[in-house]
């Protein structure tokens, strides 16, 4: 049987993304999965290895995108997404993911896709290995009652919307389980609004109790998960109730709410999607969108709790993960490190927690906690070559060209350049 090629990363400084400080160090590759890591020079076999020489740039695992919007187009709005034909729409996820793939991101857990089967099948392509991109976990689209947040049809003509509208717990249970049959990996539901939306603002709950439960009944039923969009305290409370595990924003938490979730943190991932408040905030205007003033003052008010909670739930041992909501005109995709920086500068994480955030605990969201968003012997070898130091200053990793690296299971999105790789002779047997 033929050996596994084997590629040696040398002289690099190793950040493995259990939150330990980094340290100087080698790191083995054998086919799909990290054989050894060692912490001095020479301390692992380079016979036969590829080796790659780091320079003093660190390595790290791939980025895990929390809340993925590979099929949002960077529209200024819903309704432009809907109205994407389906054959572009699907080249243009492609792209996207490919384009997550360029900036680091080795998986993506998706929060809704703009049409039914959109994110399966990307996700089945990538799995096939017939296009590039992130492994990924495929979500429904968004799954919302009339008026919710994502309801952009019109009442006097016909206009459909690129959501799901679902009205009682037998309508929300059916739409659940015909997504099921299409292959999502993550059912989305809409819990409560968004400020951006008329008549279902970020504090308002618009589903009930029985729809939620309908929806978290099939998914319990069929090994699939839930994922909220959950902005109001209620909402989040609702969620928690029914055991939804991926709690979306729950920037409007109060006491009893975050309580909860303390209590739920072996169980839930929360994703704040702080990128696109904070763009929406204080960028939206660079692009021409100009919101009315009340809804201005709703989305500060909202992203100083956001700040506020996102720090207790920190402190409270809540894992609270990245993910920005990249995808629309003023927040685009390829952008989505920045949640990093704004975990740093807005919620007081440490640049390491951050990229703990985004690695260790991106495994666990991507249900590969035990093999995926470390540096450990027998993970697979999801890894960064990075020009500099991510954890002194986490804003690197928003640049692609400091990104010399990009590997997948073992093998190279990205090569480093030929001179930084020597092949290294078998010994003589
Ligand atoms: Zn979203």
Redesign the pocket.
């Known amino acids: 049987m033929s050996q596994p090629e084997r590629i040696l990363f040398r002289n690099i400084r190793v950040i493995d993304g259990s939150g330990t400080a980094p340290f100087m160090g080698e790191v083995l590759v054998a086919g799909r999965r990290i054989e050894a890591v060692g912490r001095q020079a020479g301390a692992l076999d380079a016979q036969g290895a590829t080796v790659v020489e780091g320079g003093g740039a660190t390595l790290m695992p791939g980025l895990v995108e929390a809340?993925a919007?590979a099929s949002?187009a960077n529209t200024s709005t819903l309704e432009a997404l809907g109205d994407i034909p389906p054959e572009e729409h699907t080249l243009l996820t492609m792209k996207h993911v490919r384009l997550l793939l360029d900036h680091g991101f080795t998986s993506i857990s998706s929060?809704?896709s703009a049409k039914p089967r959109l994110d399966v099948v990307i996700r089945n392509a990538i799995e096939a290995g017939d296009i590039p991109g992130p492994r990924m976990l495929a979500a429904s689209p968004?799954i919302t009652p009339t008026s919710g947040l994502g309801d952009v049809r019109l009442h006097h003509m016909h206009r459909d919307t690129f959501a799901v509208v679902a009205d009682g717990a037998d309508e929300f249970r059916r739409v659940a389980r015909h997504f099921v049959r299409e292959g999502v990996d993550t059912l989305k539901i809409n819990p409560s609004g968004d400020e951006f939306v008329p008549h279902a603002r970020a504090r308002h709950t618009v589903m009930n109790d029985d729809e939620v439960a309908a929806v978290c009944e099939v998914a319990r039923s069929r090994d699939k998960r839930v994922a909220a969009?959950a902005r109001s305290a209620e909402s989040v409370k609702m969620a928690l109730r029914h055991g939804v595990q991926i709690i979306?924003h729950a920037t409007l938490s109060d006491e009893e709410a975050l309580d909860q979730l303390e209590a739920a943190r072996d169980r839930v991932f929360v994703v704040p999607?702080v990128g696109?408040t904070y763009a929406t905030f204080k960028e939206a205007g660079d692009f021409g969108i100009h919101l009315p003033g009340d809804v201005l003052d709703a989305l500060e008010v909202e992203l100083e709790a956001a700040c506020a909670n996102m720090k207790a739930l920190h402190r409270r041992g809540v894992r609270i993960l990245p993910g920005g909501?990249y995808?629309f005109l003023w927040n685009p995709i390829g952008r989505n490190a920045r949640d990093l920086e704004h975990f740093v500068k807005l919620f007081g994480f440490s640049p390491l927690e951050a990229i703990t955030a985004a690695t260790r605990l991106g495994g666990e969201l991507m249900m590969q906690g035990d093999e995926l968003g470390q540096v450990k012997p027998g993970f697979l070898a999801d890894l960064l070559l990075v020009d500099g130091d991510p954890s002194r200053d986490v804003a690197i990793l928003q640049d692609r060209d400091r990104l010399l690296a990009i590997m997948q299971e073992g093998r190279f999105h990205k090569a480093p350049a030929a001179g930084r790789r020597v092949a290294q002779p078998m010994a003589a047997e």
Do not use: K, Q, Y
């Open positions: 809340h919007h949002f929060a809704a968004e969009h979306f999607t696109v909501d995808g």
